[in-house]
């Protein structure tokens, strides 16, 4: 490995840690307190997810295709003056509706600094061990959820909460801007193929094989990421205090560093089929026994074999799309993913909540978001077949040739 590999996944593990961190982390930890001092219902500070992904889906169509002819840099550093607004636009509000617009600019910067800007500069600077290096950074996510959501909690003992939005404005902007300034290139050269306007999104939204890989990422990536907004509240149910809760929600997080990096490392190894069907199958089995009200050691010991579990799902989910669709159009197929996946988190977000609120229980949500994980699987096996079918014509192509 390079010096300049070494830099790249440096950049893109911290970037998408402070990224990640500061949005999907803190989210949960912030449900609570918010809540209090707006006396708003759970719905509806819950919808703060929700916002997040809307604009999180909306920015990765355009940052996909800025990656995809090249222009790491700019793109970094545009996420890093949106992910500083909405710091600062989330300190300074007085009601739900600024909170809004705070969200709105997060989701907005988490593609630009996240997993498909992290996916790029590696597809980019990775020829041999794809996978490892995708674990590597992969890491990023989970150490900075844990990280942020840990410090939050601690921060929120001792300041008010506008106050530890402001200081998480300076630390994204102390953090990032040298580090990407310093590391990323101004532009990467490109084939020139990643760089079609029009046609080439509408080529990979249609390509069954998208879709089908789509499928399996909007399933379970939505449904984790949508419980996830629940996460820290559920724990705090099974008998935890505030402070406890958002550290077993860190230490969540924190299971998803070797997770990331496991998942990462056996992807160059052995098949993609069998370590995502053990993926999906724990994080199912997880939310099934959730859904039973288990004690509080239990419920701190499946959260962190859910943290090991879910962090698969970058790397092997990038890993499946280079194969699939190549690296010229991986930044495109990402921002369609998040697209295919915002209907499925939005509905996991706010069914869990509307169950929570008829019920006084997280268990009926949990049920079904363990099926619906399994479905991820159909999905997996669609690919697969789309996958074989490809080879078997083009092998018959060749031989016709």
Known sequence: MTRQQRSILLVAMVSQGVAIGLTIGILPVFLEPLEAAFDAPRTATSMGQILVMLALTGSSLVTGPALDKGYARGVMLAGVGLLVAAMLIASFSSNLVMLAVAALFAGAAVP???????????????????GRALGLTSMGPPLGSGLFAGLAGWLLGRFAWHDVFLIFAGIVAIVLVPLIVSIVPSRYATSGEGGRAGG?????????AFLWAGGLFALAAGITTGWTV???????????SETGASWVLAVQFWMGVPGALVFGVLADRFSLT?????MLA???????????GPGSFTVA??????????AGMIPLYTVLLGRRLGPDSIGRAIGLSNLMMLPVMATSVLFAASVFESTESYGGALAVFSVG?????????????????RAASAAREAVNA
């Open 282 to 292: 724990t994080t199912s089995a997880v939310l099934a026994t959730f859904s039973t």
């Open 274 to 278: 069998g370590l995502f069907v053990t």
């Open 301 to 310: 010991a499946l959260c962190a074999l859910a943290g090991f579990s879910t």
């Open 230 to 240: 629940h996460t820290a509240a559920f724990v705090a149910g099974a008998g935890f």
């Open 112 to 130: 630009p600094c996240g997993p498909i800007t992290a996916a790029s500069l590696v597809t980019r600077n990775f020829d041999a061990e794809r």
């Open 373 to 389: 994980v399994l479905g991820a699987i159909a999905c997996l096996v669609g690919s697969n077949r789309e996958a074989n079918r």
């Open 200 to 208: 080439r999104m509408g080529e990979v939204a249609r390509s069954p």
